[in-house]
């Protein structure tokens, strides 16, 4: 197993490292022009998306979060020096941005500790450029959080090839010793669990959120789950183009909190069933596909809402 910093990196970490020296930024922040009207009840929840290039699909996403029914919601954009023109759509947004940057960075782990480490929200959620939120989401959100004690939030999300639905995938974290069976796009975190157990780690290129989540359920925290579809995911990002890398890191991750040879044997299942549904989809039998979740798998998959 490959070495890892016995901690992770830290809030605090971020939020004294120095800028970088190319640096842009924009945002409501930058101008004092940001009125937080958070409440007891109504508490400031922080969003961050985080992008490359993401020209085609980011104002999809932005819209989405600042359409929300909810209203205290300060949105972070952290944007790793896109070219194809992904900087125009966010400076369209600038006077309705909380704040966004614009730098180098080394990683998605590291761009996504940025944008938490940005927050100032007691619940901070994630959506990436590729991903988009349901209109009540945020207030979903908010309402699990007011009714119980909870450190993380998660649902359902509703799965797209090209603007064809597809499929909803639900979720249940008390599977995640198997494989990520909780969908990233939908988590919600108390910014108090993220104090707790650190920020994703920069060593994980492709499973960072599994690996977060599994750390969290191994340090006790407290997830709750919401029978509502919360975000919309478009097929054939990271984890669908990396495959094996993946599932790789999965092993990686779950070889940190307890070490097992058969994590190996199951990385080869995995990377075999994988391959296997990728070439029935492929050739026209998404069926046989569909036949194995409904029937089979851990975690129910519907074919489409």
């Given amino acids: 197993m490959k070495k890892y910093h016995h901690y992770p990196p830290t809030i605090r970490d971020y939020i004294i490292r120095t800028p970088h020296p190319d640096r842009i930024e924009g945002g409501m922040r930058i101008c004092n022009d940001l009125n937080k009207g958070s409440k007891p009840l109504h508490p400031m929840v922080s969003i961050v998306t985080i992008v490359r290039n993401g020209v085609s699909t980011l104002e999809q996403t932005i819209q989405s979060v600042l359409n929300q029914t909810y209203d205290a919601i300060e949105y972070i954009i952290v944007d790793g020096c896109s070219t194809d023109g992904t900087l125009d759509i966010i400076r369209k947004y600038d006077n309705r941005l909380a704040y966004w940057i614009s730098e180098p960075d080394e990683g998605i782990s590291d761009a996504f500790n940025k944008g938490i480490a940005l927050s100032t929200g007691k619940i901070i959620g994630i959506v990436n ?177």
Avoid at 254 to 264: E, G, L, Q, V
Wanted: charged share 20%.
């Fill in 129 to 305: 450029a590729d991903d988009w939120y349901e209109l009540d989401t945020v207030d979903w959100v908010v309402r699990q959080f007011n009714k119980e004690y909870t450190d993380i939030i998660y649902g359902i999300v509703q799965c797209w090839d090209s603007n064809q639905k597809v499929k909803l995938v639900h979720a249940n974290d008390a599977l995640l010793t198997h494989g990520m069976t909780v969908n990233h796009a939908t988590v919600f975190v108390s910014r108090s669990a993220y104090e707790m157990i650190g920020l994703f780690r920069c060593e994980f290129h492709y499973a960072m959120d599994y690996e977060w989540l599994l750390r969290a359920r191994n340090r006790g925290l407290h997830f709750s789950y919401i029978e509502q579809c919360m975000a919309n995911m478009r097929l054939g990002g990271i984890s669908d183009r990396y495959l094996k890398q993946v599932l790789w890191e999965w092993k990686e991750a779950k070889d940190i909190y307890s070490p097992s040879i058969f994590h190996s044997v199951f990385f080869l299942f995995q990377l075999v069933k994988g391959l296997v549904s990728r070439c029935l989809n492929k050739i026209g039998f998404q069926g046989v596909v569909h036949f194995y979740h409904t029937c089979f798998s851990k975690i129910k998959i519907s074919r489409k809402s």
